[in-house]
């Protein structure tokens, strides 16, 4: 048998096999970005809408819907006379302005500089990252892996510990950009990674904290949907995953877990939907490998906190998704704590996030990791965060600018310190 170039580079190289049928690539050039106020009447701003074409950002729009218009109908749009603000002025300028990485040099330095926090970069920089912080720290690291994409790339993570060894307490979790384009993320799990290998050896809160947990991050849960924000459409969400009898590509991994999945109106069952749940729970190649690796966690030493980073909006939800009157047993010390987050959080900068519980803040969602690790894997504390910006005027969207990465990171940090200090 003849094996073409394409089809080697195909099996060893899945960002090569993705380039090959790779869309055009979305420049949202022109692109105007607004939050609309919906006065709690959705359902009449939507049919406003309906013969334009708008991409929606959000899906909570009993308050508001945040939409980009395209060119073409930014004049229509304004006619319509809606309670609008700008979130983005040109979208894809705003996504090409992001777009510069910069030229951070990662083989400069054994241990990467703060610097790598001024910009947002491309998906191979950010495993060289993690590796890197490994190599610079083999006494309180390792590189781990839950599980393979659609695509065959790792859902690759690292493991962290203190005093007590590898693996002799119980877990801290996180989970970065289950949502491909929630970019801020990985940039403030990276920070948090960062900061706990970085001041161990000389911050007594942080060598505590890292003496009595073992900490398990994965930036990437979502590898193929982030590339794909890099190579061809930036507001990209869900996992590549094909299905038979759509054209429409995508499962929404934090819809897919074996929990509560197959109640509705939480997720939709049309697969070209942002919150489409799959066909069958846990159908996700990328849910397969983080229920495998939840379980060993959960078998282990037990898992402490889990949180499942997102943006955007400032919130801090607790469990849980699918039923708006659930609570979790602790429910009043997680809110307690939720509380002295928050508080601890706006020290910084000023920026205010809210907390409560996710179907009654926010909006219900089935098949959710956080109802997972809460009843199934029986995590302490199981929350989502939802990072900057809020969404209010002229506060971006998912394409939140560099600049804001920094403070984003430092005010997340101080928020976990605390909250790990008092959990
Ligand atoms: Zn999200």
């Not at 308050?63 to 979208?91: M, N, Q, Y």
């Not at 970019?183 to 799990?189: E, L, M």
């Not at 996710?358 to 690790?373: F, H, M, P, R």
Request: net charge neutral; hydrophobic share 40%.
């Amino acid at each position: 048998m003849k094996w073409s170039i394409a089809a080697i580079a195909g099996l060893l190289a899945p960002s090569a096999f993705g380039a090959a049928v790779a869309d055009k690539k979305i420049t949202y050039n022109g692109y105007k970005a607004y939050r609309i106020s919906t006065h709690h009447d959705d359902a009449v701003i939507k049919a406003k809408l309906a013969p334009l074409s708008p991409v929606t950002f959000n899906l909570d729009t009993s308050e508001h819907l945040d939409v980009a218009i395209p060119p073409s109908e930014v004049a229509k749009f304004k006619a319509l006379g809606l309670d609008a603000t700008v979130l983005h002025e040109d979208l894809g300028a705003d996504i090409a302005k992001e777009a510069a990485f910069g030229t951070y040099d990662l083989t400069a330095q054994a241990v990467p500089s703060l610097t790598w926090f001024n910009t947002y970069h491309a998906y191979a920089d950010h495993v060289t990252f993690f590796s890197d912080l490994r190599a610079a720290y083999p006494n309180n690291s390792e590189l781990i892996n839950a599980g393979t994409s659609v695509q065959g790339r790792s859902l690759f993570g690292i493991h962290l510990w203190g005093s007590g060894g590898k693996g002799s307490k119980p877990a801290v979790y996180f989970h970065g950009s289950v949502h491909a384009r929630e970019w801020i993320t990985s940039k403030v799990v990276e920070y948090i990674t960062y900061q706990l290998l970085v001041q161990y050896s000389t911050d007594t809160v942080v060598k505590t904290i890292l003496d009595k947990y073992d900490f398990y991050i994965i930036p990437f849960v979502n590898p193929d949907g982030f590339v794909y924000t890099q190579t061809t459409n930036r507001l990209w969400r869900k996992n590549r995953q094909t299905r038979s009898g759509s054209s429409c590509v995508g499962t929404d991994i934090n819809r897919n877990w074996p929990y509560k999945w197959e109640l509705t109106n939480g997720a939709s069952t049309n697969p070209c939907d942002e919150t489409y749940k799959g066909v069958a729970a846990g159908d996700t190649p990328e849910n397969q490998g983080l229920v495998a690796f939840t379980q060993s966690l959960k078998n282990s030493k037990g898992i402490k906190l889990y949180i499942d980073w997102h943006s955007y909006g400032q919130y801090i939800l607790l469990p849980y998704g699918y039923n708006c009157a659930a609570r979790a047993a602790n429910h009043a010390r997680q809110t307690t704590l939720a509380q002295g987050t928050a508080a601890r959080i706006k020290l910084s900068y000023g920026t205010t996030f809210t907390y409560g519980p996710s179907c009654s803040t926010l909006y219900a969602t089935t098949g959710s990791s956080v109802d997972y690790i809460t009843d199934v894997a029986l995590a302490e504390f199981a929350w989502t965060i939802e990072l900057r910006p809020s969404g209010s005027q002229g506060t971006s969207g998912f394409v939140l600018p560099a600049a804001q990465i920094l403070p984003s990171a430092i005010e997340q940090w101080e928020g976990i310190k605390y909250l790990l200090t008092n959990a």
